[in-house]
């Protein structure tokens, strides 16, 4: 039987869509035909399985499961977890591949699949192969079976190898995701107090997004760390994959200033490293990186794309402004937001101040936060490439690397298509209002010169 997937589903880094309209239980069984027979044909033979707490999470995995086996792989399922929990079991397990069933940090009625083939992110191309082959039913066949292994204490001891921190007074808010389970074994582990929020797993996300990366979400930890009088506040996304952060005195620590902090200690122990972060990021990362002595290296967005590049640089640190940290250094190179909360622990307490020092420490930057609209499909590379080619007539300093980031007199501005819906991502930096202003009003001119204008906010 051949299989059509929503095209809106195979996406750059994952596939994803609204359960019941672009994703479904057949979308789950032909992506594990698919996946199955790739992994086959690449002389493997066993496939790790997880998923989030999603309500559609299990039906999606029954049907994921049969597909695989069909086609010849043996499924070991670790069940209910963070995907970087699936991330330690492809990696330390004899499997040649792994599939987190995930809606991420999407709203309720979203899932999908987020996939590693022999150690590597499965992106791209990867993905698109997948929807050819179900267009074809170029499928192995086979019986694989299908057990079960109960990885999380493993990977809970795992996380805590070689912590050396401090004991802090901790708030900890899984937003009702799928970390919750792992984060209440982990401050078992750990010395300090620690005040939990949420996590309890409940893919109804009944007390607010779980998407730490938007401000509105950390309001509760805000008022747990205020109410307690807490060193510092650390929250999840949905899968568990990237980490937000508060002081004690409740600013929002970014994920360009949690790199920040966590590359000294790093840095420390690796002079000269290269360590990567996304274009988003502030150039006061990029500017502290070289003044620790490591080598700063801008890259695309994406974390499919930074973990590739890490291996290529040997990198043992990056980190997204979205929040995805990747530690190769003392770990395994994936996203792990309950192991980059260890040791960011840990960093604090090598630095010898407290959080709110720390954060207190950052330049004074305004920046924007990420600014996203709505623009047609067909023109949202085009738009960029209008803009490149602008610029670069009018003699200005661009960087490429993903999109176009403008570095001048005032701070720096970028615009940049999403690989991942039909958006432009803009971004501006300054060391004062005016010069915020200053930014926009060239990105606002850019804009109309393609025929667009910087209105209505799209949604994630």
Request: charged content about 25%; proline content about 4%; cysteine-free.
């Amino acid at each position: 039987m051949t299989h059509r997937f929503d095209p809106s589903s195979l996406r750059e880094y994952d596939i994803r869509g609204i359960v019941g309209k672009t994703l479904g239980t057949a979308d789950a069984h032909a992506i594990g035909r698919g996946f199955s027979s790739v992994v086959r044909r690449a002389g493997g033979t066993r496939v790790a399985v997880g998923r989030d707490g999603r309500l559609s999470s299990v039906e999606l995995e029954q049907a994921l499961v049969a597909g695989l086996t069909q086609s010849g792989v043996d499924v070991v399922r670790i069940g209910l977890g963070p995907t970087p929990m699936l991330y330690y079991a492809e990696a330390t397990l004899e499997v040649d591949g792994g599939i987190q069933i995930t809606g991420s940090h999407n709203p309720a009625e979203y899932n999908g699949f987020k996939m590693v083939l022999q150690h590597r992110p499965f992106f791209g191309e990867d993905i698109q192969l997948l929807g050819r082959m179900a267009a074809e039913a170029d499928w192995e066949e086979g019986a694989g079976t299908a057990t079960d292994y109960f990885i999380e204490d493993d990977y809970v001891n795992r996380l805590i190898v070689g912590y050396a921190g401090g004991a802090y007074r901790i708030g900890w808010d899984a937003g009702n995701g799928a970390a919750g389970p792992v984060i209440e074994k982990l401050v078992k582990l750990l010395p300090g107090e620690h005040h939990l929020l949420y996590t309890d797993v409940d893919g109804n996300f009944p007390n607010h997004h779980p998407d730490p990366t938007e401000e509105a979400n950390l309001a509760d930890l805000k008022a747990l760390v205020a109410d307690k009088q807490l060193d510092f506040g650390l929250a999840f996304d949905g899968d568990g994959d990237r980490i937000g952060a508060v002081d004690g005195t409740g600013r929002v620590v970014w994920g360009d200033q949690l790199l920040a902090i966590l590359a000294e200690p790093v840095l420390r122990e690796l002079p000269g490293a290269t360590i990567i972060a996304d274009v988003k990021a502030s150039q006061a990362l990029y500017d502290r990186i070289a003044e620790l002595g490591g080598t700063p290296l801008m890259w695309k967005t994406g974390h499919s794309l930074i973990k590739t590049k890490m291996r290529e640089t040997d990198s043992p640190l990056a980190g997204e402004m979205s929040g995805h940290i990747f530690f190769a250094h003392e770990y395994y190179g994936f996203d792990d937001a309950p192991y980059a909360a260890v040791r960011l622990i840990r960093a604090i307490h090598m630095s010898g101040k407290s959080m709110t020092e720390l954060r207190g420490a950052m330049p004074a930057m305004v920046n924007t936060p990420e600014l996203r609209f709505q623009v047609d499909e067909t023109r949202k590379f085009a738009v960029i490439d209008e803009v490149l080619a602008r610029l670069e007539a009018s003699g200005a300093t661009v960087d490429r690397t993903d999109g176009a980031r403008v570095n001048t007199a005032d701070g720096w501005w970028l615009l940049r298509a999403s690989n991942t819906q039909d958006v432009l991502v803009a971004r501006a930096e300054a060391k004062d209002a005016t010069g915020l202003a200053a930014l926009l009003a060239q990105i606002d001119a850019q804009l109309a010169l393609s025929g667009l204008e910087r209105g209505v906010q799209a949604g994630h």
